[in-house]
């Protein structure tokens, strides 16, 4: 099923060429040219995603996407002419998924659209495996438990993070710096030599021998990844 764009700019160049460019491209589109129409079809149109134009009449973007977010996480793009950090910040504030300055592309926009629809479909999906499991490993997210071979382990914060981040994505190589980023922040100032020492600390909790871990693997030059592809089956 095509997913549905709803596209609302009181620029009536912008809704006409972007709409041709997401229809091409397979989605069903509805259109609103100020921020009360928008309420309206946001309700009737139930949107997979909304395009939204920050200076309208009537009703501004900000409000709109306010109100989708009292009751909705549907994901929105915004789109201004505004290019000040502020307004890029404060939109992100009040939930928006990405923003655009204008002028922009046609093409660009398109190509934010699928990547927050992927990013959210992703989310979604990761969000259903509650309880990742394998013969000997048992991964509850919900109660932040892990059963290794028949016992409860004991983890700290950081460690169930990052054991829970590598199982979510088996087979997927992870560089030092990409879990630091993820787990710790961008403005980590700490020794990168911390991974090494938390991977460490997991191999002695759940591997049988962690000198030959079956679960958290090592990729010389580059990282770590999680083996384990094939749940319940291990």
């Keep these: 099923m095509a997913k549905k764009v709803l596209l609302v700019d009181d620029e009536e160049n912008i809704v006409d060429v972007c709409s041709r460019y997401l229809v091409r491209e397979g989605f069903d589109v509805s259109t609103a040219s100020n921020g009360i129409e ?3 079809r946001y309700h009737s149109f139930n949107p997979d995603i909304v395009i939204l134009d920050i200076m309208m009449p009537e009703m501004d973007g900000w409000q709109v996407a306010e109100e989708i977010r009292e009751d909705h996480d549907t994901p929105i793009i915004m789109l201004t002419a505004l290019g000040q950090e502020k307004d890029r910040i404060y939109g992100l504030t009040i939930g928006a ?30 969000e259903q495996q509650d309880v990742l499991k394998w013969k000997d ?16 382990v004991e983890m700290t914060v950081k460690e169930f993070e990052l054991l829970s981040l590598l199982a979510q994505h088996p087979s997927q190589v ?13 403005e ?47």
């Design 38 to 40: 928008a309420i309206k």
């Design 97 to 126: 998924d990405d923003y655009v300055t204008k002028p922009f592309s046609p093409r660009e926009l398109l190509l934010r659209v699928k990547n927050v629809l992927r990013r959210t479909y992703s989310a979604a999906t990761e």
């Design 137 to 152: 490993l048992q991964i509850d997210r919900n109660k932040r438990t892990v059963v290794s071979h028949g016992f409860e």
């Design 174 to 186: 992870f560089s030092k710096s990409q879990l630091i980023e993820t787990l710790w922040g961008y």
């Design 188 to 234: 980590y100032m700490g020794d990168a030599n911390t991974i090494n020492v938390h991977i460490r600390r997991l191999r002695e909790k759940i591997e049988k021998d962690p000198s030959e871990p079956r679960w958290i693997k090592t990729v010389w030059g580059i990282g770590y990844k999680f083996e384990g592809e094939h749940h319940d089956e291990d």
